[in-house]
């Protein structure tokens, strides 16, 4: 996914974008991003100014960073939507299993909460 970037998607994820711009780019130090608090522009500057950057290389390195970040939550996303399905299958295919087990958690921690107040 090519995101092309724009000032609201880049302040939008400057949170989660703190830590790959940290790996990325190590010479940038906690001052510098509170300077550019997720203001496109002059991160933009920031990084022309410490690595000798265009500014159109600076644009393609922030999409790329971007776009990696995206592709992860996709990452993400589908990895937990595999498991929920997973876990429904098991449950379904496996209906009294399921209930015999929660009943024996039931138990269990009944009998500990009980013991526990003696």
Request: glycine share 8%; proline share 0%; no cysteine.
């Amino acid at each position: 996914m090519n995101l092309g970037i724009n000032q609201d998607v880049f302040d939008g994820k400057w949170k989660q974008l703190r830590g790959t711009i940290k790996k990325q780019w190590g010479d940038l130090t906690d001052d510098d991003l509170k300077k550019v608090q997720g203001r496109y522009d002059q991160f933009l500057e920031l990084l022309q100014d410490k690595y000798g950057y265009s500014r159109q290389t600076a644009e393609n390195e922030i999409n790329t960073r971007l776009n990696d970040l995206y592709a992860l939550g996709d990452q993400l996303q589908t990895s937990t939507r595999q498991a929920v399905t997973a876990v429904d299958e098991t449950v379904t295919q496996r209906r009294w299993l399921t209930i015999a087990a929660t009943l024996l958690v039931g138990i269990v921690v009944g009998l500990w909460l009980n013991n526990s107040g003696d």
